[in-house]
């Protein structure tokens, strides 16, 4: 053996990288282990809802990953998120195609000091009427937030927000009025559409804005030449919402999409 090694040299070489290699997988394999620790996860939210289509919690999933999405076959959003997809609009050349992701105009939220101490929401998903609903109870007032994707005008996801009063123990009591505070948090510029400059107009007692905008890489260049074209419509979203001493109010917020800006724009009316 030795002399066959001596007149090869070739052979010998590979046969020292070789046991080499060997050393070093049984010393990876016999030490290794002490250098790898396993993270804790966060503990998810508990469903305290007795309804078997409905999943309650008094508080939302520390991961983002794991929040509730509402579509309707048309768009679709994760709920709080900002982004909302729209069905057969992709952005990218080949395998590297995605979902374009369009800006969420219908990402209404409460202000932050009605959902954290003193106050203690309740966050829940209807799986039944694909319905997400945010409840707050305060000392003058219930605060209830639905989002939902429209199941008859399938263009248009719908944020209600519900603010009831509540009777005071004294009826001469005088309240002065509710004030909620709220903001409208679509994100940032989108990477996959090319939007224009939003426009403004009254439509159906209500100010509403919108925007057109196109797929910046179309899917394939010889079976889909142009970019998709995509028009978007929302509900102008105010710095928050006055209700009077007594009685209830529904603020209605909406964001309409579609290839077609006249059957985009007829949605918002309709809805």
Same mark, same amino acid.
């Given at each position: 053996m030795l002399a066959f090694l001596s007149r090869n040299k070739q052979a010998a070489a590979m046969l020292g990288l070789l046991a080499v290699a060997a050393l070093l997988v049984v010393g990876l394999t016999t030490k290794g282990g002490t250098h790898y620790s396993?993270?804790?996860? /966060?503990? /998810?939210? /508990? #469903?305290?809802?007795? #309804?078997p289509f409905v999943f309650s919690s008094y508080s939302l999933p520390t991961d983002n990953k794991f929040m509730p999405s509402i579509g309707n076959g048309h768009l679709a959003t994760d709920v709080f998120s900002e982004a909302v997809y729209?069905? *057969?609009?992709?952005? *990218? =050349?080949? *395998?590297?195609s995605r979902r374009a992701r369009i800006p969420a105009w219908a990402n209404v939220r409460l202000n932050s000091t009605l959902t954290h101490h003193p106050y203690k929401p309740m966050y829940s998903l209807d799986t039944k009427n694909g319905v997400f609903v945010v409840k707050v109870e305060r000392e003058r007032s219930v605060v209830t937030q639905k989002i939902y994707a429209h199941r008859f005008y399938? =263009?248009?996801l719908i944020n209600q927000i519900e603010v009831a009063t509540k009777p005071h123990v004294d009826p001469n009591f005088v309240h002065h009025g %509710?004030?909620?505070? %709220?903001?409208?948090?679509p994100g940032g510029d989108s990477d996959d559409v090319e939007f224009k400059e939003p426009s403004a107009e009254y439509i159906a007692g209500r100010y509403v804005w919108s925007s057109c905008g196109h797929t910046k890489i179309s899917e394939d260049s010889e079976y889909q030449p142009q970019s998709k074209r995509v028009c978007a419509y929302w509900t102008s979203v105010p710095d928050h919402l006055v209700v009077p001493q007594h009685g209830s109010r529904v603020f209605t917020f909406a964001m309409t999409l579609d290839e077609n800006r006249t059957v985009a724009k007829q949605e918002m009316i309709n809805g």
């Open positions: 396993v993270r804790k996860p /966060e503990p /998810e939210p /508990e #469903d305290i809802s007795h #309804d729209m069905n *057969g609009l992709y952005n *990218g =050349r080949w *395998g590297r399938t =263009r248009a %509710i004030w909620i505070s %709220i903001k409208l948090m």
